[in-house]
């Protein structure tokens, strides 16, 4: 079972998606808050698996909360899944800089919500549909300077840096594996060992490393040879 934390400061939000979350036989909300502080001490009360969060809500917002739970080894293994309305909001990046699993927008359909919650407890990451390339492209143009630190790239050996690259393209391990021509357990051993070599708490935070260490450019810049 699923334990899912439900954090928006909009009540008619929160309950639309508690009954979304609570008719699926594989997942249960947990508590819901209308703050981020509140959203940090029921996770901790709960032992959540999931936070579904939004980034905008009195005192403390999404994104503080998800670096607080991210910071926190005792919760190292919950999953934040931003919620926002609009899939141009910078403020997305900044939130999977500090943690974040994955981001969709408030108007997405029952079935991929649900979906998507599945997807970030499982560890995967998960960024919306169609916007994640042009938000990133548009972003991350400036490295953030807590970014991966210059020496993590060159520990990476040149399969390594051949599968970095081609998860912040966004493929998944399945995909990986046919594009390599590798098994599927052999994909998803390279992508452990990316996360461990880059410090990265999930492979949201690969697909940042990804661009702000020049392995993936924008279409402008095209990418390196």
């Avoid at 079972?1 to 400061?9: H, K, N």
């Avoid at 703050?35 to 579904?52: K, M």
């Avoid at 609009?86 to 403020?91: G, M, T």
């Avoid at 938000?135 to 060159?154: M, N």
Wanted: without cysteine; hydrophobic residues 45%.
């Amino acid at each position: 079972m699923i334990r899912v934390v439900l954090a928006d400061d909009q009540e008619l939000v929160r309950s639309a998606f508690a009954m979304l979350v609570r008719s699926a036989p594989d997942m249960d909300v947990v508590g819901e808050s209308a703050d981020g502080d509140e959203a940090v001490e029921l996770v901790r009360s709960t032992r959540a698996d999931v936070v579904v969060m939004d980034i905008r809500m009195p005192g403390t917002d999404g994104i503080t909360a998800t670096g607080t739970i991210a910071a926190d080894e005792d919760l190292s293994g919950v999953r934040v899944l931003i919620l926002t309305t609009f899939e141009s909001d910078h403020n997305v990046v900044a939130a999977l800089r500090a943690g974040a699993s994955g981001f969709l927008v408030k108007d997405t359909k029952p079935a991929q919500l649900l979906a998507a919650i599945r997807t970030v407890a499982a560890g995967e990451a998960l960024l919306s549909p169609g916007a994640t390339q042009a938000l990133i492209e548009r972003v991350l143009r400036q490295p953030d300077p807590a970014g991966p630190a210059p020496g993590a790239l060159a520990a990476l050996t040149r399969r390594e840096r051949e599968v970095l690259t081609l998860i912040g393209r966004g493929l998944s391990n399945g995909e990986l594996a046919e594009k390599l021509v590798i098994s599927p357990l052999t994909a998803k051993t390279y992508v452990s060992r990316l996360l461990t070599k880059l410090d990265a708490r999930d492979r949201a935070q690969l697909v940042i490393a990804a661009y702000e260490s020049g392995l993936v450019r924008t279409s402008s810049q095209g990418d390196p040879p």
